[in-house]
Structure formats: structure tokens, C-alpha cells
């Protein structure tokens, strides 16, 4: 399972640890991820993803799952997240027609 953000992409950087000599090693700085399941209101159940902590303070900044998935760019989502994207998209358009 890779160390990756599925809604917002984010992933491993690479820095150094610095001594009180300045001597500087290697070291991976790793994003602070979180089993999360969000709750889709327009598909009315819930989804499972690894989301960054920073990633969920987003999510909910933009209001939810739904307004998240529809402005964020297709190449930063998950394969899962896209998945999901297409399916409230499909939503979307079925009630449209629907009304």
C-alpha cells in the first residue's frame, strides 16, 4: 500500500535531518494518513479512503466528499476516487433528468 493521499495526492518528501555539527542525513518525511470512510450525500452511503489529515480538513472546507470530488482535477484523484467520481457524476445526471 503506497504512502499516498487519495484525494489530494500528497506523498513522501525527502529532506535531511540536521545536527548541531550541521551534519546532514537523509530522511523521508511521510504524510499523516488516516483510514477514513466519507459519507456521500448525493449517493446517500458511505466510501473508504487513506486520506492525509490535511486532505480531510480540505474535504470539509469544500463542504463534503461531493463538492470535493467535483472540483478537484481527475490527475490528482485515486483510481477509487475516481471511481466514485463517475458514479455520483452518474448520479447527478440521472436525477437531472430525472427533475
Request: charged content about 30%.
Amino acid at each position: 500500500m503506497s504512502r499516498i493521499c487519495e484525494l489530494t495526492g500528497k506523498g513522501r518528501q525527502v529532506g535531511h535531518n540536521v545536527s548541531h555539527a550541521n551534519n546532514k542525513t537523509k530522511r523521508v518525511f511521510l504524510p499523516n494518513l488516516q483510514n477514513v470512510t466519507l459519507l456521500s450525500e448525493k449517493l446517500d452511503r458511505g466510501f473508504k479512503f487513506r486520506v492525509s489529515t490535511q486532505g480531510l480538513r480540505s474535504v470539509e472546507h469544500n463542504g463534503g466528499l461531493d463538492n470535493w470530488l467535483l472540483k478537484t482535477k481527475d490527475d490528482k484523484l485515486s483510481s477509487n476516487a475516481l471511481k466514485v467520481k463517475r458514479e455520483l457524476k452518474k448520479a447527478m445526471n440521472e436525477a437531472d433528468a430525472a427533475a
